[in-house]
């Protein structure tokens, strides 16, 4: 049996001024797009997928497109629980520039947005959400001032940097057209977001798409597998998880 869940692109009541960036949020409401769940028995047939889940005791990312959907989710949680301390900490409207606190709010809400939204899709189509969604995560910054604009900047740069390379990694991973679909869609949104914070750090400079990114001779961005974010983005998520059936 299929477990469905039915999403339409909308853009949402608070993106309707004028943003510095704009896109069109993903609403889990009507049917412009539908992502189908695998049929269970097909998904457990094959020794690449692993429903997510608590193995041995620690929830694991589980493997196939499942495990790839849970990988995003992990990482959307972490960029949207950073921007939102980002937008909400007392130096907000003073140690930001203007510009900053435009771009740093879209950037807040789009990524509230793809952290719901995978988090909505995943309940509807995993055979068992009450054990195989992957819980809130908790995430520790270490010394991170978030009213310094310096940090939060640098950081922010690391984050969607990682974001990119994460999601431009998985994508040989996925094998449902629908679901490869979407993340080209949120990956392009993360390439804007990063090349905005690359922009705040150096205006009018080439480094919004630099050669630390963007390869000079292949015009390509950087790839990266999951073994290689994730010790990255475990450097601010202190709930333990492992991602064992992810390469």
Known sequence: MKNVVSIQEV????TNRRNFLK???LTLVGTSLLLAGCNNDDYENNPANQFPGVRNGVFDLGGGDFGVLTYAYALEQLEADFYTKVVNSSGFTT???AQDQ???TDLYRHEVIHREFFKTALTGALPD???QLLPTLAFDYGTLNFSNRTQVLATAKALEDTGVAAYNGAGKLIKSPDYLLLAG???SVEARHASAIRSLINPNSKDFAGDDVVNGTTGLDVASNPSQILPVAGGFITTNFTAQYLP
């Open 95 to 97: 140690n930001f520039t």
């Open 185 to 187: 869609k949120i990956v």
């Open 102 to 104: 435009a771009v740093l």
């Open 129 to 131: 959400p009450n054990t």
């Open 23 to 25: 896109i069109s949020g």
């Open 11 to 14: 853009n949402p009541s608070f």
